[in-house]
């Protein structure tokens, strides 16, 4: 299925059969102090991975080994719905970005904040070669405009895949201001160069989370149209939606802020936002 832009809504959600699969970890890189890349790999070809450009938000879910057996259950599909094991506890699932696919290897590529409050996190801490993990979806793609005259995108660790996708995936001339929160500023993640870009990395443990609100509010948009893109902690965007809707006033369809985590929250389903948001 697939909803076309207009001029009111420029961003088209196209949707993709849902596909269980149990993958394996077939490397894994330090790329932060906390942040490592896993490859997993096993990709079958007669099950095509859709990896679509400009959909930087694209993701799946992760499905984690049963604490008690270590084993993963994954669910099924019946009638393109998913279907829970049978006689067994509810699998964990997580969302994790997509931040790469290689066909051709048959792998993707996801990149884990390391943190040791939940599952996903542990698991990524400890994730051996070898280790197997279920990946369901990606459902749909959120396929971004690319004609605008300037991206703004703004975000904690979590967000740190997408952002360079869109920095991948955005073409070459596109104006984008790029505001990242660390822990600290010695833990830099590595996000793609391109030319017209500005990255700004924030320090969250000299100046806490609402760091990333207050960069965002002195940023100064060039004239034309503007698209906001921003994700992380739920709560240090609250700021960052208000000044969207009351001062920069941009149209809902030309803004997509979303919540990936929320302190103190196990499994936050990102599409139940705060009413307040
Ligand atoms: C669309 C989408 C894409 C995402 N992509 C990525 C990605 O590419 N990489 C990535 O690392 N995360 C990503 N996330 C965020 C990730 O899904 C959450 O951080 C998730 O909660 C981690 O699960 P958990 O089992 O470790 O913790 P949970 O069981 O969900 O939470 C347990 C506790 O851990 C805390 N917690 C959760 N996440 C973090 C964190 N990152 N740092 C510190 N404390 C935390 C919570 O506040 C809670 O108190 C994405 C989320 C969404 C919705």
Redesign the pocket.
């Given at each position: 299925m697939s909803k076309q832009s207009t001029e009111d809504s420029p961003i088209r959600l196209v949707m993709h059969p849902l596909v269980p699969r149990l993958l394996h970890v077939a490397g894994i890189e330090a790329l932060t102090p906390s942040?490592r890349r896993i490859t997993l790999a096993g990709l079958a070809p007669e099950a095509p991975f859709p990896f679509t450009p400009m959909a930087a938000?694209d993701?799946v879910k992760l499905v984690?080994p049963e604490a008690e057996t270590g084993q993963i259950h994954l669910p099924t599909v019946v009638d393109d719905r998913l279907a829970m094991p049978e006689g067994r506890p509810r699998p964990?699932f997580?969302?994790?970005?997509v931040?790469a696919h290689d066909g051709g290897a048959g792998t993707l590529d996801?990149?884990?904040?390391l943190?040791q409050?939940?599952?996903?996190?542990?698991?990524?801490i400890g994730a051996q070669l070898g280790d197997t993990l279920g990946v369901l979806g990606p459902r749909g793609s959120h396929i971004y405009p690319s004609d605008f005259d300037q991206y703004l995108i703004a975000g904690?660790?979590?967000?740190?895949?997408?952002m360079a996708r869109w920095l991948e995936e955005l073409p070459p001339g596109a104006q984008a201001t790029v505001l990242v929160t660390v822990a600290s500023l010695a833990e830099q993640p590595a996000l793609p160069h391109r030319v017209g870009t500005s990255v700004t990395f924030l320090d969250r443990s000299v100046q806490g989370a609402g760091v990333l609100a207050q960069a965002f509010a002195s940023v100064v948009p060039v004239p034309g149209r503007l698209f906001v893109w921003a994700?992380g902690?739920a709560g240090s965007l609250k700021p960052i939606r208000r000044h969207v809707r009351e001062v920069l006033q941009l149209p809902p369809a030309h803004v997509d802020i979303?919540?990936?985590?929320?302190?103190?929250?196990?499994?936050?389903d990102?599409h139940e936002q705060d009413s307040d948001d």
């Open positions: 942040m938000s993701h984690f964990i997580r969302d994790y970005t931040r996801i990149d884990f904040v943190h409050h939940g599952p996903a996190g542990l698991w990524a904690d660790e979590t967000a740190v895949p997408a994700a902690e979303d919540g990936y985590w929320k302190l103190g929250v196990e499994g936050l990102h």
